[in-house]
């Protein structure tokens, strides 16, 4: 109590709020660092520690705080202390603590230190004091008799070591990382220097007699340099001179070091720092100080070529800001960057290495600036000056983690300039020669969401260039969102990142990293010395982004002029509207014309990532690829033994989660508009509805999978395949069993989604009975709405998707206790002795599998939770009494049920016979089916549907085969489902289609509602032109009795038989001169047509060819001009009508301009050689009887009629 009063003395309290606080800072100070003084001082402390009392510190602490605080002479009653326990465990949120600013400097830091989405971090009024201790690994602790905290400095100087001290400026950063310690539960971060509780010496730690002597003794770097090469054995030297680099501190084999240069005018010497009671030491240098360091000894450093080192020892001490007696450190710090100018972003022009590879080499520099934003604190990622990246995964972990506001000084650092089209422009990348400082702790709070920092780790492991890792870092992040975030763990992501990188970039581990060569030679080289840049990097895209940008540029993209044909200002209103109905647009994921997101100023190669799936909601049955932000309609192929296309079959593809690389992007535009005339296309108001569809083309064999189902294993596994290194036993085959038989389409995605881990066993499903039925499908019909018994519940009438597929029962219906999904055929499952046939009716979810029910393959059909047999056994149709039916038994197929994929059939299947264009053409069968390429489409609206139907009514396709001949196909789409993929281009399977022929002798085709179109080849418009026709000769194609076929002809213009201009109402078609020239018509456009029709020679026969709309003005040899001229003399006579009759016919008329095109149709321009590419046309007359008259004789004979070609294309030759 007497100390108590003594105290009080001191300090004359001006009431009793001052007395009250004096007393509590005496009983703190009593309770929780007199204790703590207490204790064993430790070797390095001095007896003035261990002999002070509380009341001593607690009159030392008061004159500190009176020292200060903001008022003079006022003790600060407002402020308490807080004991390291209580701010542990009461303190969750940051805060800062400054003594010395008043209210206005508080609010004026507040608006200096705040940043976009970060806020200043709140104002306490707690004091803290403790004794300033070494922690594990070299880390800095405030101690009292509570506890301990992590205290992290700006600038430590060993003074403070061991020593009670009063903070009179902090910040508290709580640590809010999941599943750590918590023993590590947050920092303190030391603001400028702490107040010392009592006297010590002025450098360093207490002088013994033998330290004086080594400081007197000490030697500069040029000195200590000599000795190196001039070793002596025992020998201790101390040396003097500017820390020039400090290499991060690393753990190798259980032991803790680092190094650190010391430098003069033009020497430099290395110090290797390995005692574990001199870890601390890294807090205390930094680049540019001056230091001396005593008590050192010459080792020699196993594995680096360099050897010679100076190693400090246990009697080596630390002395900052030094300054020797006989010599003046003048070497000038090195040049700190504060921007990067445009100039520096200038590089040499990058070499090429024997992969092909674009390298880059890196310049190392030193820079100073703000952290203003934390991309990825785990992978060691920031933002500098908010346009400068910095990447610190090259080096160990930060104790400290860096926050948004902190100021950082870093020198030997690597520039790099656009190592990643994902991160700013300049990069900066520290090794382990690299030397990163806080100069300024961050004002802000805000810390970022919590990291495990896998990606480092794998990069250590893995060693690869920069650029892939920081490519590999913004896939992760990308992937963290849309691969089911609740469910998918960031080592989940991380692994599947780097497997994604190590598939599309296609390099090979990195080489073994020399750790000691990277921090001790010179010259510098380390893996950021040179960087790869290489063509177009992938851009990642999830599906919502993707489907955005293509919905947003599917009209934005284009003008209505562009989608019509050549000579499409000539179309009637009728022809305008049809053409423009439909329209696609094409884009594929390795060009340059992808969407445009802004992410980067030109265009990259795209990349999908997703799970395949066959979706049970909607209403067309596609595979879809899906993440957590959408899913997109999928038209995909597989690669066939005999190296072509063929449809997706292989059902264990369903569940994978997949990287698509290669894929297409459609986007098919339907309008409907009533737009008069070619000039009113400009007018929106003749838009009456317009839609878009998007979907992608790929082939399966050109996916990466990232995580594949039990059943794609399985299969893979069949083929003997390698998955990869990442195998797991039984136990987790099981797991990823037990996560296919989720009740829910939705938790089956997440489920298989969370799973990274590659699988081998070709083992069979989870733990359930069930029964099978092996199955040849030999004939599917189309997807089509229908009344049936399943589709009670559900809207519109009852109508919902159905199919039915004709199938061959292999064998007998085998029970198992779990599903054997696609393994071996067993030999049970082959005990038949004839094959019996079924029909399986697929509708509502059991429709999903369309897309891979394919003729010809085989499947087993599976029905789970049951023993009995007889669910899969077919049921015979039930006539009248008497009747006999020859019907096949149907079986119901259950929405879930399942159809695996059985890839080493157990019998040899017999192929569908497929017929080609030209075997439809000349075929005599009602019911054909036949394979052949699109080469062109147009809609068929249906103006009595509703605007906002959102399906085309019908589509005429033309499509064609290797021989040229061509055919047109109709498809009705009232009661089906519109089909994906019917582009030009591709190659479809057509089966049960009607052969019909018209009324003038033509053959076309017409579905039916069980005819079913498959793609089995994709292609591009390139690939939708038809092979080079065939030349063909006049005589010979006369006789041939063969429509549709287009050749070439090569021959001479004989002569015009007629040529027809005239300008036509765009709406009923009439004669239009100022008006229509029908009285019911009140349209006011008009659009100028034109005919001709000429007789040619190749000199094995004649033909008549037709000429229509563009082709007329090259054939008459008219310039654009003319051809403009000649419209406009037409606008008043509305048309003309030439026929001439001979090259020597005199014109009598007086009309200037039938003149004109009499001498344009006669002259040599036009009767010239020719090179035509045309059609036969369908309708060929017969033979025909005629009558001549010679005087007074009559004769009958009969006349071949020409041969009438329509022609496509013109050359002149």
Not at 373 to 382: E, F, I, M, N, P
Not at 1151 to 1158: I, S, V, Y
Request: with cysteine; charged share 20%; aromatic share 6%.
């Amino acid at each position: 109590m007497d100390s108590l009063q003594l105290f009080l003395d001191q300090f004359k309290a001006r009431g009793e709020a001052e007395t009250v606080w004096l007393k509590e800072i005496f009983g703190f100070i009593s309770e929780h660092l007199c204790p703590e003084l207490s204790e064993p001082a430790p070797l390095a402390a001095d007896d003035v520690v261990t002999g002070v009392c509380a009341g001593q510190l607690s009159v030392c602490l008061v004159k500190k705080l009176q020292e200060n605080v903001a008022v003079t002479h006022v003790l600060p009653v407002s402020y308490r202390l807080v004991s390291v326990s209580a701010l542990l465990s009461l303190q969750h949120l940051a805060c800062v603590s400054n003594l010395s600013w008043t209210t206005n400097q508080h609010r004026a830091w507040e608006k200096e230190v705040e940043l976009p989405g970060h806020q200043a971090l709140p104002r306490v009024n707690l004091l803290l004091i403790g004794c300033l201790k070494e922690g594990r690994a070299g880390e800095w602790r405030l101690t009292d008799a509570s506890g301990s905290v992590r205290c992290e400095c700006l600038s430590l100087s060993p003074l403070w070591l061991n020593r009670p001290v009063f903070l009179p400026h902090w910040n508290y950063i709580p640590h809010n990382a999941l599943g750590q310690n918590h023993e590590v539960r947050g920092y303190v971060e030391l603001i400028g220097s702490p107040a010392l509780l009592c006297p010590g010496p002025e450098q360093g730690f207490a002088a013994s007699p033998g330290e004086g002597a080594g400081l007197s003794r000490a030697v500069g770097v040029r000195e200590a340099a000599g000795l190196l090469y001039n070793r002596t054995r025992g020998q201790r030297i101390s040396v003097f001179g500017l820390v020039a680099s400090v290499c991060p501190q690393l753990v190798v084999a259980g032991t803790t070091f680092f190094c650190f240069w010391l430098t003069d005018e033009s020497h430099t010497v290395r110090v290797l720092v390995k005692d574990i009671n001199r870890q601390w030491w890294t807090q205390c240098v930094y680049v540019g100080l001056s230091v001396c360091v005593t008590e050192l000894r010459v080792c020699v450093l196993r594995g680096w070529r360099g050897n010679d080192i100076l190693c400090v020892t246990e009697q080596s001490e630390l002395h900052t800001n030094y300054t020797h007696t006989d010599t003046l450190l003048d070497t000038p710090p090195p040049h700190l960057m504060s921007h990067v100018d445009s100039e520096d972003c200038e590089e040499v022009e990058p070499e090429t290495d024997k992969a092909g590879l674009r390298m880059k080499k890196s310049r190392v520099i030193s820079y100073q600036g703000t952290v203003t934003q934390v991309v990825s604190d785990g992978a060691g990622l920031y933002v500098i000056d908010r346009k400068v990246g910095l990447c610190l995964a090259y080096q160990p972990t930060l104790r400290r983690k860096l926050r948004a506001g902190d100021s950082v000084e870093l020198h030997h650092v690597h520039f790099l300039y656009r190592p990643c089209p994902d991160f700013p422009p300049s990069m900066l990348c520290t090794c382990l020669r690299s030397s990163l400082r806080v100069i300024a702790f961050s004002g802000v709070g805000g810390a970022p969401p919590p990291d495990s920092g896998w990606l480092p780790r794998l990069l250590l492991e893995k060693n690869t260039g920069v650029s892939e890792y920081l490519w590999t870092c913004h896939l992760s992040s990308k992937l963290a969102h849309s691969l089911v975030p609740s469910l998918l763990k960031q080592r989940s992501v991380a692994v599947l990142s780097w497997k994604l990188m190590e598939s599309v970039w296609r390099r090979g581990r990195g080489g073994r990293r020399d750790i000691y060569s990277e921090m001790l030679d010179e010259p510098h080289t380390c893996p950021l010395s040179k960087y790869t840049t290489g063509p177009k990097v992938h851009q990642y895209l999830s599906i919502s982004a993707l489907i955005g940008s293509l919905y947003s540029e599917c009209w934005s993209s284009v003008s209505l002029s562009s989608l019509l044909p050549p000579g499409g200002s000539s179309l009637s209103r009728s022809q305008l509207n049809t053409a423009l109905a439909w329209s696609c647009r094409t884009l594929t994921s390795d060009l340059q014309d992808g969407p445009q997101t802004g992410d980067a100023p030109g265009r990259r190669p795209l990349l999908l990532v997703g799970m395949l799936e066959l979706p049970t909601q909607t209403s067309e049955p596609t595979l879809q690829l899906r993440d957590a932000t959408g899913a997109v309609a999928c038209v995909v192929t597989e690669t066939s033994p005999d190296g072509g296309q063929r449809a997706a079959f292989n059902s264990a593809w369903i569940g994978c989660l997949v990287c698509v690389e290669q894929f297409t992007m459609v986007t098919e535009r339907f309008l409907q508009s009533d737009f008069p005339s070619y000039q009113h296309l400009d007018q929106d108001k003749y838009i009456t509805n317009k839609h878009c569809r998007v979907y992608l083309q790929f082939s399966l064999d050109s996916l990466h999978i990232l995580s594949p189902s039990v059943a794609m294993a399985t299969h893979l596994g069949q083929r003997g395949e390698e998955l990869g290194s990442d195998v797991t036993d039984r136990r987790q085959t099981l797991e990823a069993e037990e996560t296919e038989r989720a009740t829910t389409a939705s938790r089956k995605r997440r489920r298989e989604a969370s799973s990274v881990t590659v699988t081998t066993n070709p083992v069979g499903g989870g733990f359930r009975p069930c029964v099978s039925l092996v199955i040849r499908v030999e004939q599917k019909e189309g997807v089509a709405q229908k009344n049936t018994a399943a589709a009670l519940k559900v809207e519109e009438a009852g109508l919902t998707r159905c199919f039915s597929v004709k199938a061959v029962v292999v064998g007998p219906v085998v029970s198992w206790g779990r599903d054997p999904k696609n393994g071996p055929v067993t030999d049970k499952e082959m005990e038949t002795e004839q094959e019996d046939k079924v029909v399986l009716v697929l509708s509502g979810g059991s429709a999903r599998w369309f897309p891979l029910l394919q003729p010809g393959c085989f499947y087993r059909l599976t029905a789970p939770n049951t023993q009995d047999p007889r669910v899969l056994i077919g049921r015979g149709v039930s006539g009248q009494r008497g009747v006999e039916l020859h019907t096949d038994p149907t079986l119901q197929v259950r929405s879930d049920w399942r159809l695996h994929t059985l890839t080493r059939p157990p019998l040899q299947a017999l192929s569908p016979t497929v017929l080609s264009v030209s075997e439809v053409l000349d075929s005599r069968s009602e019911m054909v089916c036949f394979q052949a390429q699109v080469c062109d489409r147009i809609s068929l609206s249906d103006r009595t549907s509703s605007p906002g139907a959102g399906v085309c009514a019908g589509v005429r396709l033309t499509v064609w085969d290797q021989s040229g001949r061509t055919l047109q196909v109709y498809l009705d789409f009232s009661h089906t489902p519109y089909p994906p993929g019917l582009l030009p281009g591709n190659t479809l399977l057509l089966s049960a289609f009607q052969r019909r022929v018209s009324r003038s002798g033509g053959v076309y085709c017409r579905s039916l509602p069980v005819s079913s179109i498959t793609v089995t080849s994709l292609g591009d418009a390139s690939s939708a032109r038809p092979p080079s026709a065939p030349m063909m000769h006049l005589g010979v194609w006369a006789v041939r009795d063969q429509s549709g076929i287009v050749g070439q002809v090569r021959g001479h213009v004989v002569c015009f038989l007629f040529l027809q201009l005239e300008w036509s109402c765009s709406l009923c078609g009439s004669p239009y001169l100022q008006t229509c020239s029908s009285s019911q018509c009140l349209s006011t456009s008009s659009v100028f047509q034109s005919k001709a029709k000429l007789v040619m020679d190749d000199g094995t026969g004649e033909a008549h060819v037709w000429f229509s709309g563009a082709l007329v003005p090259p054939l008459l040899g008219l310039a654009d001009s003319q051809w403009e001229g000649l419209q406009r003399a037409l606008r008043v006579r509305g048309h003309i009508r030439v026929t001439p009759r001979g090259r020597s016919l005199v014109c009598d008329s007086d009309d200037p301009l039938l003149h004109f095109l009499l001498c344009v149709c006669s002259s040599d321009v036009v009767c010239r050689q020719l090179s035509l590419t045309c059609r036969k046309t369908n309708q060929q007359r017969s033979e025909e009887m005629k009558r001549f008259s010679r005087g007074e004789r009559d004769f009958m004979t009969r006349v071949t009629p020409p041969l009438q070609l329509t022609c496509l294309h013109l050359e002149d030759v």
